[in-house]
């Protein structure tokens, strides 16, 4: 009794610290089962729901229709296409890699930016680019068949597009986790296999490959799931895999064909069991670690020499195809955004119809009808940034990423300042591997389990239809922020194993509250890695494209959507005229906008303290001279 009244008297049972936890620990539980569990499970029980003619439950309904009817042609797509991609894409991504980084390749520096320009632009921008070179009535396509007139000019639709698209738009990853694996090797293993007598090409698959084989190794399983879960160029290439279907039937009836609702949560369902098994393997294999015995001073990597001349020239004409493949599509359509539409429409470049209307201002377009008339369409022919459609496009998906991007970071950001501070509980790794949860299940899954589970009044959400109106925008950001979950949750927990623990002893010395702590010492240190998280994420669901399609909405239209749709009007009846122009110039855009945060992040943001410190210095100084004040003196 003393000690009820004791607890009763101090507060300490129910101070504010635990009734903050009782709430946090309920609002993570709310929405961990509410946006995470429940719609997944709707979604695979909804397979064993459907009726058969007679209105009576029939579990195996569906399962039966699968294999009756054309579905596991769409699996079995989408598999084809995920193992070409591993080859195609290893073979390109391996070799870009070597030239610029391994082997002594003249100009290196030129043919990585080529290379790397995938990742300023892709989705829905890129697969638009590589139509307007290579389509039937392309500039490429064009060009080679004058040179060869028995070739055919739809080669570039279907599964050989798909693949062709997907091949280069894929290495990006390479260009980036390969790229740091290489140059993380140890000179002196590689000097010491060349001084026992091996040749380059030896040393390269005896002693350089093997060191890389971990990196690989998660490459080509992220490659195989990317392959398999593709979405932007089987939609817009034409080629029939699983993703695509399950959007088509998403939206579909009833009364237009056999319960299309419940094949495409089958197909759903199909995709999260490969995407589990194959993260599930990639998982058990990085367990089982891979290291490598260097040497105590580590030695940086010196290019090789390819000593045999013929295979250097060979090499170098390799090297400059890729270059070639890479930037052609990122020239063209650089050049075309500044062409009016008849030049865009006939492939011709001409200088004397160079324009700024596919950004900026608008005309007027006349055209004759089919009855002779001469008609007067206003405005018809637009900028991006004078068309409204393109403008709303922009703004709404400006405004849907940023706001999920920064979501993402917030709840990361405190999950994993609980997760250290309670490490050694059981209760730090439920909330990790919940946060890690959606990198289990495709992201055509989660989104398609929103649109049906909450596409009516969800008691769980207090009676609201998220799917409805206006409030489709909502969803989005839902399914954006626990998209990007486990990649901010990866990304933000690294930059936290880099605060001292001795930071934070020292702030409990001086009587700093654990709040106090983390937003005065641990912040500012995480706040730059935080910062890059966001930006990547921003970059991302800027230009997203396979969510859009699956909450396709005419209130939830996003860029990448208003993108694909500019070339489906465009001419009729005058309406669109410039479309393609206007595609052209928003795919620039991107680039501007990819560019800008990549190098905010890489750049800026890759800078250390002592290098951030010395450039607001330089600044400074430059400031004090224009004003005439006395100039910053150096740190020492």
């Known amino acids: 009794m003393q000690n009820a009244k004791q607890l009763s008297l101090d507060g300490s049972a129910f101070d504010g610290a635990f009734i903050a936890k009782l709430f946090g620990g309920a609002l993570f539980l709310y929405l961990f089962l509410g946006f995470m569990v429940m719609p997944c499970l709707n979604t695979l029980t909804s397979i064993f729901a459907t009726r058969n003619t007679a209105g009576e439950i029939d579990p195996l309904a569906v399962i039966r229709f699968f294999w009756a009817g054309t579905m596991p042609s769409f699996v079995w797509n989408s598999l084809k296409l995920a193992i070409c991609l591993v080859v195609t894409v290893n073979v390109v991504g391996i070799s870009i890699v070597l030239l610029t980084e391994y082997f002594d390749i003249k100009g290196a520096k030129i043919l990585r930016m080529g290379y790397m320009t995938t990742l300023i632009y892709s989705g829905v921008a890129l697969v638009t680019g590589y139509q307007f070179l290579y389509d039937s009535n392309g500039m490429m396509t064009t060009w080679l068949a004058e040179m060869f007139p028995y070739m055919n000019k739809q080669w570039f639709s279907g599964f050989n597009a798909v693949l062709f698209t997907m091949t280069f738009a894929c290495t990006s990853n390479h260009a980036l986790f390969l790229r740091n694996a290489i140059r993380g090797i140890d000179y002196n293993t590689v000097e010491a296999a060349r001084n026992l007598g091996a040749r380059p090409f030896k040393v390269l698959f ?237 992201t055509i899954l989660i989104c398609y389990s929103y649109r049906i589970f909450f596409n009516r009044d969800v008691w769980y959400v207090f009676g609201n239809n998220l799917y409805w109106r206006e409030n489709v925008r909502i969803l989005i950001i839902i399914a954006y922020t626990v998209v990007k979950l486990p990649f901010a949750l990866r990304m933000i927990k690294a930059a936290f194993y880099a605060i001292d623990d001795e930071l934070e002893d020292a702030a409990k010395n001086l009587g700093a509250s654990p709040a106090y702590t983390f937003l005065k010492v641990k912040l500012p240190i995480i706040l730059p890695s935080v910062l890059a998280v966001f930006a990547l994420n921003f970059n991302a669901l800027f230009t997203e494209y396979d969510m859009s399609a699956t909450f396709q909405s005419a209130y939830g239209k996003s860029y990448a959507m208003i993108i694909q749709n500019m070339t489906l009007e465009e001419g009729r009846e005058g309406y669109n005229v410039n479309a393609s122009g206007r595609r052209c110039a928003s795919t620039v855009f991107i680039m501007l906008v990819s560019g800008l945060i990549l190098w905010l992040v890489y750049g800026v943001g890759s800078r250390d303290l002592g290098e951030r410190l010395e450039s607001r210095r330089k600044w400074k100084q430059r400031w004090a001279r224009l004003t005439g004040r006395a100039a910053v003196p150096a740190r020492k």
């Open 206 to 442: 005896k002693v350089v490959m093997p060191t890389l084989l971990p990196t690989l190794f998660s490459l080509t399983v992220m490659t195989f799931i990317t392959g398999l879960c593709a979405m932007s160029a089987p939609t817009l290439l034409g080629y029939n895999s699983i993703n695509p279907e399950i959007v088509r039937l998403a939206g579909s009836s009833v009364a237009d064909e056999a319960f299309p609702q419940a094949r495409a949560a089958l197909l759903s369902v199909i995709l999260a069991m490969f995407t589990i098994i194959l993260l599930s393997v990639l998982n058990h294999y990085e367990r089982k670690g891979h290291y490598l015995s260097v040497s105590k001073t580590k030695a940086k990597l010196v290019k090789q020499r390819i000593e045999s001349p013929v295979a250097n020239v060979l090499a170098h004409i390799y090297a400059y195809v890729l270059f070639i493949i890479y930037m052609t599509p990122v020239v063209m359509i650089i050049l075309f955004s500044f062409q009016n539409y008849p030049a865009i429409r006939s492939k011709m470049l001409n200088v004397g119809d160079w324009t700024f209307i596919n950004y900026f201002g608008q005309q007027d377009y006349e055209y004759m009808t089919s009855r002779g008339r001469l008609r007067t369409r206003i405005g018809s022919i637009s900028g991006v940034f004078s068309n409204e459609d393109t403008l709303g496009g922009i703004r709404l998906s400006f405004i849907l990423s940023a706001v999920a991007a920064a979501l993402a970071c917030v709840i990361v950001v405190l999950a994993v300042a609980y997760i250290f501070r309670h490490r050694s509980k059981k209760r730090a790794l439920v909330m990790e591997s919940c946060l890690l949860f959606p990198w289990l299940l495709p």
